[in-house]
């Protein structure tokens, strides 16, 4: 196998870190992983600084990026959830890790202590 150019522009690294790596994808990801299925309504409880609009633009995304399921359910009034896909389950492991990593560092990495 071919070993990846991430310089180069259709290295599937950069491109999947790209449309990642906003504000807001990786705490909806997480709140997914641990409310299971969620409606709209508890997915602004559990992140209370995004707003409604950057709320819906993400889940739009991360539904097109096939990293989470939306399900309309037919009833008055009308009921959606949101839930993981498949694959947006097998990237939790990495984001879990990277979550653990911001915490021990971020003291560090924001300057309010010195390297050790």
Partial sequence: ????????????VRNILSRMSDKWSLL??????????????????AIP???QKMLSSTLKRLEEDCLINREMHKEIPPRVEYSLTET???????????????????????????MP
Avoid at 1 to 12: H, S
Avoid at 101 to 111: L, M, P, S
Wanted: charged share 25%; aromatic share 6%; proline share 5%.
């Fill in 28 to 45: 909806v990801l997480r709140a997914l992983q641990k409310g299971g299925v969620m409606r709209y309504k508890d997915l602004r409880n």
């Fill in 49 to 51: 600084d995004i707003s």
């Fill in 88 to 114: 947006g389950k097998e990237l939790m492991p990495a984001l879990v890790m990277m979550i653990e990593w911001a915490r021990e560092h971020f003291d560090v990495i924001t300057g309010q202590q010195s």
């Fill in 1 to 12: 196998m071919r070993e990846l150019d991430i310089n180069f522009p259709t290295c599937p």
